[in-house]
C-alpha cells in the first residue's frame, strides 16, 4: 500500500533545482556588495520571544495582530515566535551583547522570516529577506548611504525601472500632534470609514493613509498631511536626505502618505516599487528608528535600516534572463563497473583534488546511457573509463559542448591517469578562451 503524498504547508515554498542558479547569483552579489560597503554579518534565531515583536514592532500592526507564528514552548510555557522581520531580533542581540556600546555597528543578514498573510504572487507566508542596519547613526548622511546602496544593488543586479519613494514621518511629538488631528478628522468622517480603518481609528489611524480601500481614497486624499507638522529638526534632517541624493544624482518622489507598516520607524522612511510585479510591487523598505533601541531595553541609540523582499527581487531577475540556469559541471566521470567503477572513483577524487567540478556516475548502466546523462548534466567533459582504457592506464575524454572544432578532445582520445588533471584543466582554459573570443 503506498501512502498519501505530502504537500509543503501552504504558502512555504521548496527551493528546487532548476531555480535555485537564480538564488545562488543574487546571494554571492549580495555578500559582495555588503562587504563593499563595511557592513558585518550579524545572524540571529530565527525563534525569539514574542515579547521582542511585540515591543518591538508594535501591539496595533497587521503583524503583530494578526500575522504572527506563535507557540507556547511545550516545556517550560515560554511565548516564542517564528521572526516576521529581522529588525527586532538585530537589535535585541546588539543590546544583549553590548555591540552599539562600543561605538556604530554596520551589520546585516539574510534568510527566512514568517507571516501568515493570505498567499499569492509574491507573498508568501514563508519569505526570504535581506536585511540590513546601521546602529548608533544620528544623521541623514546614513539615510543617504542606505538609499544609494539600493540603488547600486539594482544596478548590479540589473533591475531596472524601480522608483524610490521617500518621506518624513517626523519626531515623536510631531507624530502626537498629527495623530490627534488625524482622529479628529477621521471621526468626522467615520459613517463612510470600513471596518479595517474604525477598528484602528483610535489605535493606529496613520495606517488608515495606507489603505488599499479604493472607496477611502478622496478621505485619504484630505486628511492632515505629517510634512505639515514637522519641526525644525524634522525638516533639516529630511532636507539633508535629499540634498545628499540629489547630489549623487538619485531619483526619489516623496510620497507623503507613505507610513509602513511597522510602529518603530521615526523620521525618514522609503519604499523602493516595481510596476513588473503586479499587486505586490514593492521590493524593500527601510527608515529610521530611533526610539526601538531603548523600547528593547538598550540606551538611546539613533538608528536606521531597510530590508529586500527576495522573492520579489528573484522574480524580477528570472524575468530579466540575466542569469544562466543550466545545469553546469566540468568533467561526468563514466565506468564499466567492477575495478573500472574503483579507478574511476579514485579519478573523480584526483581532478576535484586539480580543482575540477565532477559528477561520478553512480550505479550500472551501458556507456550510452551514462552518456546521455553526461549530456545531460552539463558537463564539459566526459572522461570514460572503461575495460579497454583501464588496460592502457588513461580514460578516453570527450568534449562534448565545445564548439570550436580545434579545441583539445574534439576527438575522442586516451590520456594517461597521471596527465589526466593537468590536460582538463588547460582545455578548460582553452575552451574558456575561445567562449570569451566569441562573445567580442
Ligand atoms: P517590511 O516592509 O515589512 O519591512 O518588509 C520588507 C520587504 O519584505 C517588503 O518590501 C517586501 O519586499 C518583503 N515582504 C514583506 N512581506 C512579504 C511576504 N508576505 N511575502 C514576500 N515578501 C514580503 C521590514 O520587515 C523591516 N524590518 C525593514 C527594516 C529594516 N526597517 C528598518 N530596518
Given at each position: 500500500?503506498?501512502?498519501?503524498?505530502?504537500?509543503?504547508?501552504?504558502?512555504?515554498?521548496?527551493?528546487?533545482?532548476a531555480?535555485?542558479?537564480?538564488?545562488?547569483?543574487?546571494?554571492?552579489?549580495?555578500?559582495?556588495?555588503?562587504?563593499?560597503?563595511?557592513?558585518?554579518?550579524?545572524?540571529?534565531?530565527?525563534?525569539?520571544?514574542?515579547?521582542?515583536?511585540?515591543?518591538?514592532?508594535?501591539?496595533?500592526?497587521?503583524?503583530?495582530?494578526?500575522?504572527?507564528?506563535?507557540?507556547?514552548?511545550?516545556?517550560?510555557?515560554?511565548?516564542?515566535?517564528?521572526?516576521?522581520?529581522?529588525?527586532?531580533?538585530?537589535?535585541?542581540?546588539?543590546?544583549?551583547?553590548?555591540?552599539?556600546?562600543?561605538?556604530?555597528?554596520?551589520?546585516?543578514?539574510?534568510?527566512?522570516v514568517?507571516?501568515h498573510?493570505?498567499?499569492?504572487?509574491?507573498?508568501?507566508?514563508?519569505?526570504h529577506?535581506?536585511?540590513?542596519?546601521?546602529?548608533?547613526?544620528?544623521?541623514?548622511?546614513?539615510?543617504?548611504?542606505?538609499?544609494?546602496?539600493?540603488?547600486?544593488?539594482?544596478?548590479?543586479?540589473?533591475?531596472?525601472?524601480?522608483?524610490?519613494?521617500?518621506?518624513?514621518?517626523?519626531?515623536?511629538?510631531?507624530?502626537?500632534?498629527?495623530?490627534?488631528?488625524?482622529?479628529?478628522?477621521?471621526?468626522?468622517?467615520?459613517?463612510?470609514?470600513?471596518?479595517?480603518a474604525r477598528?484602528?481609528?483610535?489605535?493606529?489611524?496613520?495606517?488608515?493613509?495606507?489603505?488599499?480601500?479604493?472607496?477611502?481614497?478622496?478621505?485619504?486624499?484630505?486628511?492632515?498631511?505629517?510634512?505639515?507638522?514637522?519641526?525644525?529638526?524634522?525638516?533639516?534632517?529630511?532636507?539633508?536626505?535629499?540634498?545628499?541624493?540629489?547630489?549623487?544624482?538619485?531619483?526619489?518622489?516623496?510620497?507623503?502618505?507613505?507610513?509602513?507598516?511597522?510602529?518603530y520607524?521615526?523620521?525618514?522612511?522609503?519604499?523602493?516599487?516595481?510596476?513588473a510585479?503586479?499587486?505586490?510591487?514593492?521590493?524593500?523598505?527601510?527608515?529610521?528608528?530611533?526610539?526601538?533601541?531603548?523600547?528593547?531595553?538598550?540606551?538611546?541609540?539613533?538608528?536606521?535600516?531597510?530590508?529586500?523582499g527576495?522573492?520579489?527581487?528573484?522574480?524580477?531577475?528570472?524575468?530579466?534572463?540575466?542569469?544562466?540556469?543550466?545545469?553546469?559541471?566540468?568533467?561526468?566521470v563514466?565506468?564499466?563497473?567492477?575495478?573500472?567503477?574503483?579507478?574511476?572513483?579514485?579519478?573523480?577524487?584526483?581532478?576535484?583534488?586539480a580543482?575540477?567540478?565532477?559528477?561520478?556516475?553512480?550505479?550500472?548502466?551501458?556507456?550510452?546511457?551514462?552518456?546521455?546523462?553526461?549530456?545531460?548534466?552539463?558537463?564539459?567533459?566526459?572522461?570514460?573509463?572503461?575495460?579497454?582504457?583501464?588496460?592502457?592506464?588513461?580514460?578516453?575524454?570527450?568534449?562534448?559542448?565545445?564548439?570550436?572544432?580545434?579545441?583539445a578532445?574534439?576527438?575522442?582520445?586516451?590520456?594517461?591517469?597521471?596527465?589526466?588533471?593537468?590536460?582538463?584543466?588547460?582545455?578548460?582554459?582553452?575552451?574558456?578562451?575561445?567562449?570569451?573570443?566569441?562573445?567580442?
Amino acid at each position: 500500500m503506498t501512502s498519501k503524498k505530502l504537500a509543503a504547508v501552504r504558502g512555504m515554498n521548496d527551493l528546487l533545482p532548476a531555480e535555485a542558479p537564480v538564488w545562488e547569483w543574487f546571494e554571492a552579489r549580495v555578500a559582495d556588495w555588503v562587504r563593499s560597503y563595511g557592513y558585518q554579518l550579524l545572524r540571529t534565531p530565527i525563534v525569539e520571544h514574542t515579547e521582542l515583536f511585540v515591543r518591538g514592532i508594535g501591539e496595533v500592526t497587521d503583524i503583530v495582530e494578526k500575522e504572527m507564528y506563535s507557540f507556547e514552548d511545550r516545556l517550560n510555557g515560554e511565548n516564542l515566535t517564528l521572526r516576521p522581520e529581522f529588525t527586532a531580533g538585530t537589535v535585541r542581540a546588539a543590546v544583549e551583547h553590548n555591540l552599539v556600546y562600543e561605538g556604530p555597528r554596520r551589520v546585516w543578514s539574510a534568510g527566512p522570516v514568517f507571516r501568515h498573510e493570505r498567499p499569492q504572487r509574491g507573498r508568501y507566508r514563508q519569505f526570504h529577506q535581506v536585511n540590513v542596519e546601521a546602529l548608533g547613526f544620528a544623521g541623514p548622511d546614513i539615510d543617504a548611504e542606505h538609499i544609494l546602496m539600493l540603488a547600486r544593488l539594482w544596478k548590479i543586479l540589473g533591475i531596472g525601472r524601480v522608483r524610490l519613494e521617500i518621506n518624513c514621518l517626523g519626531a515623536a511629538d510631531e507624530r502626537a500632534r498629527h495623530r490627534a488631528d488625524l482622529i479628529a478628522y477621521f471621526e468626522q468622517h467615520a459613517e463612510k470609514l470600513d471596518a479595517d480603518a474604525r477598528r484602528r481609528l483610535h489605535t493606529n489611524p496613520l495606517r488608515i493613509l495606507d489603505t488599499k480601500n479604493p472607496e477611502l481614497a478622496g478621505i485619504v486624499a484630505g486628511a492632515p498631511q505629517i510634512t505639515a507638522y514637522l519641526g525644525e529638526g524634522s525638516r533639516a534632517h529630511f532636507e539633508g536626505l535629499q540634498r545628499l541624493l540629489e547630489a549623487a544624482d538619485v531619483d526619489y518622489t516623496v510620497n507623503a502618505r507613505l507610513v509602513r507598516g511597522l510602529d518603530y520607524y521615526n523620521l525618514t522612511v522609503f519604499e523602493w516599487i516595481t510596476d513588473a510585479l503586479g499587486a505586490q510591487g514593492t521590493i524593500c523598505g527601510g527608515g529610521r528608528y530611533d526610539p526601538l533601541v531603548e523600547r528593547i531595553g538598550g540606551k538611546p541609540t539613533p538608528s536606521c535600516g531597510f530590508a529586500i523582499g527576495t522573492e520579489r527581487v528573484i522574480e524580477l531577475l528570472k524575468d530579466a534572463k540575466r542569469v544562466d540556469v543550466a545545469p553546469f559541471t566540468d568533467v561526468y566521470v563514466l565506468h564499466q563497473g567492477g575495478p573500472t567503477a574503483i579507478r574511476a572513483l579514485l579519478l573523480a577524487e584526483r581532478l576535484r583534488d586539480a580543482g575540477l567540478d565532477v559528477i561520478l556516475h553512480a550505479g550500472e548502466a551501458s556507456l550510452k546511457s551514462q552518456m546521455k546523462k553526461a549530456d545531460a548534466s552539463g558537463a564539459e567533459y566526459a572522461v570514460i573509463v572503461g575495460e579497454n582504457e583501464l588496460a592502457s592506464d588513461g580514460a578516453a575524454v570527450k568534449a562534448l559542448r565545445s564548439a570550436d572544432p580545434g579545441a583539445a578532445f574534439a576527438q575522442q582520445r586516451i590520456v594517461p591517469f597521471d596527465e589526466l588533471p593537468d590536460a582538463l584543466v588547460e582545455a578548460l582554459m582553452q575552451a574558456e578562451q575561445a567562449q570569451e573570443r566569441t562573445e567580442t
